[in-house]
């Protein structure tokens, strides 16, 4: 039950606890067994401090070297600690449609002291849905990718640990990629979309 997720997160006294999702009425994806998006590989049960958070997680938190998002990016499956998002002021973007719960968990990540990971499906069913913003063209996806990328900038932009400028610039390049994957052969939509990216000057 999520009471256990509860207590565990108050014997270890951390500011998050996180476990896997498991598939629900997927196809080819037996029920029950756990999500795999190819970012939490890296990841281990157990604890872990501000030390190891710098070290493991902040490096690659807003985007990886391989051009993915980072281990940590749905807040499914995940409880917070209320002072850690209050006393931090940490909230949903309102102007972000999609993916706003990865800049939700990058600011978590920056100012919590420790949380808890268990690399394992537990209580949150992700069921399958053909007709979701990450499975189907969104037409306003790179307006919303836009507006992603200037939260992202302005909130880490001036920040120079943990690679971060390197990180904004993969993100920028995701978000691109992740327009042209969903634009299969809409060439009026390609067109829009390269417009929209020299107006914007969010250029490689």
């Not at 207590?7 to 951390?14: F, R, Y």
């Not at 409880?79 to 998002?85: D, G, N, Q, S, T």
């Not at 006393?87 to 990865?102: A, L, T």
Request: hydrophobic content about 35%; overall charge negative; glycine content about 4%.
């Amino acid at each position: 039950m999520v009471s256990d997720l509860v207590e565990l997160a108050e014997q270890e006294n951390v500011d998050f606890i996180r476990s896997r999702m498991k598939y629900a009425n997927w196809p080819n994806h037996p029920d029950g067994t756990v999500c795999d998006f190819g970012i939490e590989n890296m990841m281990h049960t157990g604890k872990y401090d501000r030390v190891t958070i710098e070290k493991e997680i902040l490096p690659i938190f807003i985007a990886t070297p391989q051009i993915t998002f980072g281990p940590i990016v749905s807040s499914c499956g995940t409880i917070y600690k209320r002072e850690l998002l209050t006393d931090n002021n940490i909230e949903f973007y309102e102007d972000v449609k999609y993916s706003e719960d990865c800049i939700f968990n990058a600011k978590v990540l920056m100012k919590c002291s420790s949380f808890y990971y268990l690399n394992e499906p537990q209580y949150y069913n992700y069921f399958f849905n053909d007709t979701s913003i990450t499975k189907s063209y969104r037409a306003d996806r790179w307006a919303s990718n836009t507006t992603l990328i200037k939260r992202f900038e302005e909130d880490f932009g001036e920040e120079t640990r943990f690679d971060i400028p390197n990180q904004l610039w993969r993100k920028r390049l995701f978000c691109i990629l992740n327009k042209f994957s969903m634009l299969g052969d809409l060439f009026d939509e390609m067109l829009k979309f390269l417009n929209l990216l020299n107006k914007e000057k969010l250029y490689l």
